[in-house]
T-cell receptor, first 114, second 111 residues
Framework: NAGVTQTPKFQVLKTGQSMTLQCAQD?????MYWYRQDPGMGLRLIYY???????DKGEVPNGYNVSRLNKREFSLRLESAAPSQTSVYFC?????????????FGPGTRLTVT | GEDVEQSLFLSVREGDSSVINCTYT??????LYWYKQEPGAGLQLLTY?????DMKQDQRLTVLLNKKDKHLSLRIADTQTGDSAIYFC???????????FGKGTMLLVSP
């Protein structure tokens, strides 16, 4: 079990460039999430997908799009990157564990937009 | 709306107990979580408690929940230097809903 995997680990973009962050989970979880983490801000939810075929906006969705490709994969796209999108991006998935619902995180993608 | 508050910093000596506190505003919260984040890494799920419980113990970790005061704490017994990290408290309204995180408490353990 790899858990939640993310690619790439690091990325530098110029303002206006686009890119897609990839995420996959092998725990057969229905729900998947994208968060961003900025210093002093904790984690903020960008988008989530409660099940295959559905996506919903979180707290900070502007400038992002998502695709739930199948049950395993949930991608995050930046169409026209801006310096304000410099952040660490975490993907997560959740499902029922031994004693309740558990949410697991990937290792993160560190994105810098210049 | 939902809000989760944590103190920003805690410093302890190796071998002491650490207590990290968290308050939340939504009385409908069903699950309350603690995550650990080491430098440059993702978030590691440490433990969580269901809202019908007052306490949960898991090896060196003890979680206490006071629903009346909407207060959650994480106690780490015999704190080690490897426990130095940022600890996040998070709440969820149900198993399927999204998590709301606090801003994290940086725990520094000195030898």
């Amino acid at each position: 079990n790899a858990g939640v995997t993310q690619t790439p680990k690091f990325q530098v973009l110029k303002t206006g460039q686009s890119m897609t962050l990839q995420c996959a989970q092998d725990m057969n979880h229905n729900s998947m999430y994208w968060y961003r983490q900025d210093p002093g801000m904790g984690l903020r939810l960008i988008y989530y997908s409660a099940s295959e075929g559905t996506t919903d906006k979180g707290e900070v969705p502007n400038g992002y799009n998502v695709s739930r490709l199948n049950k395993r994969e949930f991608s995050l796209r930046l169409e026209s990157a801006a310096p304000s999108q410099t952040s660490v991006y975490f993907c997560a998935s959740s499902g029922e564990g031994d004693s309740g619902y558990e949410q697991y995180f990937g290792p993160g993608t560190r994105l810098t937009v210049t | 709306g939902e809000d989760v508050e944590q103190s920003l910093f805690l410093s302890v000596r190796e071998g002491d107990s650490s207590v990290i506190n968290c308050t939340y505003t939504d009385s409908s919260s069903t699950y309350l979580y603690w995550y650990k984040q080491e430098p440059g890494a993702g978030l590691q799920l440490l433990t969580y408690i269901f809202s019908n419980m007052d306490m949960k113990q898991d090896q060196r970790l003890t979680v206490l929940l006071n629903k009346k005061d909407k207060h959650l704490s994480l106690r780490i017994a015999d704190t080690q230097t490897g426990d130095s990290a940022i600890y996040f408290c998070a709440e969820s309204l149900s198993g399927y809903s999204t998590l709301t995180f606090g801003k994290g408490t940086m725990l520094l353990v000195s030898p």
